[in-house]
């Protein structure tokens, strides 16, 4: 039985009901999977991760958590699962060490204080004021304190924002931990790179439906010919498609992120450096294959102009090949 299983999930806006943050979406997540939800702003991940977390009544659909209706049956979902937020939700005047202390003794079976300030590497700053920590550290607690009622379930929101490079090391590495022991973890996040990094499997959300799905090297390993580079936007792209021979297609995807199409190998991989390096433009970065990001700009497009779930929140301080799903899902 799936720990997480959503059917047809619908969330509306307004008076009316006039704003659809979430048109009858679908996805599930297995015990000891890590399930990554990627979407741009306003795609309807907040509403829909409120939803089972049991801080939203949904217009529709169905959903059930650990086999629970997370509104109708939420008291008794809560002890069960793990809640992070992206930011908020502390006393600012409370260190790591009395916050955990705090949290803990709402579960019968907490994990012991100590424990977790290692887990998120937080013992040396265990006394020091939460407003006072840098925001990677406070990222580090709110991690910590969804993980005091020893979950079945938890989502995470944005779990790496803020975060250094050591701390997203240890975020991964709680994670992967979690996956070991059989929790179900469901993510959100604007990191393509942490998501490939720690995900079992990825859904990509636009305009409140999930668009797109599968494993990380199942989306990218689809293709493996072409080239994605980072450089200044705003290329002349026909140009370097000039340069770059017969058969060659230039597309800026997003602003600074470039995908060469029709050519690859080595000698298009020096065309590209030499051709920027004339224009004294910098090669950030270059990849043969299709990158998550392409998929992901591909699968949405260019991110909405206005964002339905902006200012609808619950007032909680959020601030195989890919298979593609049918419109009506």
Same mark, same amino acid.
């Given at each position: ?39 741009? !702003? ?16 949904? +217009? ?11 509104? #109708? ?11 992070? @937020?992206?930011? *908020? ?21 907490? @994990? ?21 920590? +840098? ?70 959300? +636009?305009?409140?439906?999930?668009? @797109? ?6 989306? #990218?390993? *689809?293709?493996?010919? *072409? ?46 450096? !030499? ?8 090669? #950030? ?6 990158? @998550? ?37």
């Amino acid at each position: 039985m799936p720990a997480v299983q959503v059917t047809d999930l619908t969330v509306r806006y307004g008076a009316g009901g006039e704003v659809v943050a979430v048109d009858r979406l679908s996805l599930s997540a297995e015990p000891g999977e890590v399930l990554v939800v990627l979407g741009p !702003n306003g795609a309807g991940k907040t509403s829909t991760i409120e939803s089972l977390e049991g801080y939203r009544r949904p +217009s529709g659909g169905h959903m059930r958590v650990l086999d629970l209706d997370p509104v #109708t049956e939420h008291r008794a979902l809560t002890g069960r699962i793990g809640v992070m @937020l992206q930011r *908020g939700g502390v006393y600012p005047m409370l260190g790591p060490r009395r916050v955990l202390d705090l949290f803990a003794s709402y579960y019968p079976d907490p @994990l012991g204080t100590d424990t977790l300030l290692d887990l998120v590497s937080l013992r040396p700053v265990a006394a020091t004021p939460w407003r006072h920590l +840098s925001g990677g550290e406070q990222q580090r607690l709110s991690l910590a304190l969804a993980l005091v009622g020893r979950p079945q379930v938890t989502f995470l929101d944005e779990p790496t924002a803020g975060v250094d490079p050591e701390g997203r090391r240890a975020i991964r590495a709680v994670v992967a931990d979690l996956r070991d022991r059989g929790v179900c973890v469901l993510i959100t996040t604007h990191e393509l790179p942490e998501a490939e990094k720690m995900a079992d499997r990825i859904v990509i959300v +636009s305009g409140g439906r999930v668009v @797109l799905e599968g494993t990380p090297q199942g989306l #990218t390993g *689809g293709a493996a010919s *072409g080239l994605s580079f980072g450089a200044p936007p705003g290329l002349d792209t026909e140009a370097l498609a000039g340069a770059l021979g017969p058969g060659a297609v230039v597309t800026e995807t997003s602003p600074g992120r470039y995908r060469i199409e029709g050519v690859s190998g080595s000698a298009a991989t020096a065309v590209v450096a !030499n051709w920027l390096a004339e224009r004294r433009a910098d090669l #950030t970065d270059l990849a043969t294959g299709r990158t @998550l990001e392409d998929v992901y700009f591909d699968a949405v497009g260019a991110a909405p102009a206005g964002d339905p779930e902006a200012g609808a929140g619950s007032g909680r301080g959020r601030g195989g090949h890919g298979r593609r799903r049918g419109a009506g899902r």
